[in-house]
């Protein structure tokens, strides 16, 4: 079945950019439908959605985070990657990536639903001062 | 931005049932899902479009949405129920998470 699972530094320093890959397995990032997400969680917090992305390059990026926001695709490898640039202690946390499938779509104010319906395990990222 | 908010705790007994709230501005117009996530693991989805389970979840989970307020309902809660859970929505094409509720199983 599809698996995801991120890679990348687990120690960043603050100011600098962190870069996570999500490697997916057992399906292709090429399907039509889907997107493919990066979220975060900071220790003992909840979910923050941090954007996403469709293979044929569409993104869509948290407006709290999308000045310092770059996610991108590899079809050929079959991953999406997430840039955040200058990075603080806030940005410590878990990093998951996700597969976003349609859930429905509302005529009323053309808005698409998604819903995460496999997630990697997580990466956690700490940023050092 | 538009909010969710959820209440931080619930607590059950075994063979109980737990109702976890997520309320929002017209969400009853919206889609929500909701996302069990067990200490150190990932995410896992148990409700989407508001009231329907993905293979592989038990029937004991259900949902609703409606108004301001949708709801996720835990019958005959078991022991390995417990876990933290988060509604979420889209608005504007920005997905929205509550901030989640923790359900104590005592």
């Known amino acids: 079945q599809l698996q995801l699972q991120e890679s990348g530094p687990g120690l960043v320093k603050s100011s600098e950019t962190l870069s996570l890959t999500c490697t997916v397995s057992g399906g292709s990032i090429t399907s039509y439908t889907n997107y493919w997400g990066w979220f975060r969680q900071p220790p003992g917090k909840g979910l923050e959605w941090i954007g996403s992305?469709?293979?044929?390059?569409?993104?869509y990026y948290n407006p709290s985070l999308t000045s310092r926001v770059i996610i991108s695709v590899d079809t050929s490898k079959n991953q999406f990657s997430l840039r955040l640039s200058s990075v603080t202690a806030a940005d410590a946390a878990v990093y998951y990536c996700?597969?976003?499938?349609?859930?429905?779509?509302?005529?009323?104010?053309?808005?698409?639903?998604?819903?995460?319906?496999?997630w990697g395990k997580g990466t956690t990222v700490t940023v050092s001062s | 931005s538009y909010e969710l908010t959820q209440p931080p705790s619930v607590s059950v007994s075994p063979g109980q049932t737990a109702n976890i709230t997520c309320s929002g501005g017209k969400l009853g117009d919206k889609y929500v899902c909701w996302y069990q996530q067990k200490a150190g693991q990932s995410p896992t989805l148990v409700i989407y479009h508001n009231g329907n389970r993905p293979s592989g979840i038990p029937e004991r989970f259900s949902g609703s949405n409606s108004g301001n307020t949708a709801t996720l309902t835990i019958s005959e809660t078991q022991p390995m129920d417990e876990a933290d859970y988060f509604c979420q929505t889209w608005d504007s094409s920005i997905a929205v998470f509550g901030g989640g509720t923790k359900v104590t199983v005592l």
């Open positions: 992305v469709h293979y044929g390059g569409s993104t």
């Open positions: 996700a597969r976003l499938v349609v859930d429905g779509f509302a005529l009323s104010t053309w808005v698409v639903y998604y819903n995460m319906d496999v």
